[in-house]
């Protein structure tokens, strides 16, 4: 079974208020008071500023995107992230931005090596975040990333 992820993480009063007037914007409850925006097309669209996305190395980042993200952590940290795996092969991406700069990353896990959960990409932005974990989990399951296994699961999920 897979997993693919490509969504905004910050504090959930920072990211509903960030994005709501952004066309398709839908945010899903996580847990520790944060939350999550899926990369919908239309978000997509409406961020794009028609230059190279990619710039940073993720797939579905808009180009330009980076700087609303920038304008959006002047309110607290904001991390965008990228998952993809199929049979337990795929990668990882992650980075954050905290008071209007790019502060963490972009961290990454290529494809076919293993890395322990814990120090992954995504759950090392989680931290940056104030996710914490207990005992014999990590950040990735404490927020519940778990829940879903697919964009499109979570943006049903959304409100």
Do not use: C
């Amino acid at each position: 079974m897979g997993y693919e992820l490509q969504a905004v993480i910050a504090g959930d009063e920072l990211l509903r208020a960030a994005s709501h007037d952004v066309p398709g914007a839908r945010v899903a409850p996580l847990r520790q008071g944060l939350a999550l925006m899926p990369m919908t097309d239309e978000v997509f669209d409406a961020f794009t500023d028609g230059s190279t996305s990619g710039v940073l190395g993720f797939w579905r980042l808009p180009g330009g995107f980076e700087r609303v993200l920038t304008q959006w952590s002047t309110a607290g940290p904001v991390a965008y992230v990228e998952a993809e795996y199929f049979g337990g092969v795929g990668e990882q991406r992650a980075a954050v931005w905290t008071d209007g700069a790019l502060a963490v990353g972009p961290l990454d896990v290529p494809a076919k090596q293993w890395l322990s959960r814990a120090v992954s990409p995504i759950s090392q932005a989680l931290r940056q975040l104030g996710a914490r974990s207990s005992l014999g989990e990590d950040e990735f399951e404490a927020v519940g990333l778990d829940r879903h296994r697919k964009n499109d699961d979570w943006i049903a999920s959304a409100s």
